[in-house]
């Protein structure tokens, strides 16, 4: 059985920092591209980053690129969200996702990935 189990959200003030992190067990990691979605209130969930099995590809959305980076270390099974320069508007539900589905791949969408972690709530005060 597929676990993804996320870590590192909390409470910041405007122009801080959070890294994520997610953990991925029941599978060998390496067979998973990785993303990362949020999820505010009253919004729809969208996109934030991804990265190819390998982790030499990498996306993100536009909102987010030069400060947030996605990373993940294969050895510990887990993938990373480092987010920096945060704002009020980042303020959501981070959920991880993961893939095995090679044909097709479209990082940035949800319908994508075929498992999810249960979220961590990050909020960004100003």
């Known amino acids: 059985q597929v676990q993804l189990v996320e870590s590192g959200g909390g409470l910041v003030q405007a122009g801080g920092s959070l890294k994520l992190s997610c953990v991925v067990s029941g599978r060998i990691f390496s067979s998973f591209a990785m993303g990362w979605f949020r999820q505010a209130p009253g919004k729809e969930r969208e996109f934030v980053a991804a990265t190819s099995w390998s982790g030499i590809s990498t996306y993100y959305v536009d909102s987010v690129k030069g400060r947030f980076t996605i990373s993940r270390d294969n050895a510990k099974n887990t993938v990373y969200l480092q987010m920096n320069s945060l704002k009020p508007e980042d303020t959501a539900v981070y959920y991880c996702?993961?893939?095995?589905?090679?044909?097709?791949?479209?990082?940035?969408?949800?319908?994508?990935?075929?498992?999810w972690g249960q979220g961590t709530q990050v909020t960004v005060s100003s």
């Open positions: 996702a993961a893939t095995e589905t090679t044909d097709g791949y479209r990082p940035r969408q949800s319908t994508t990935y075929d498992y």
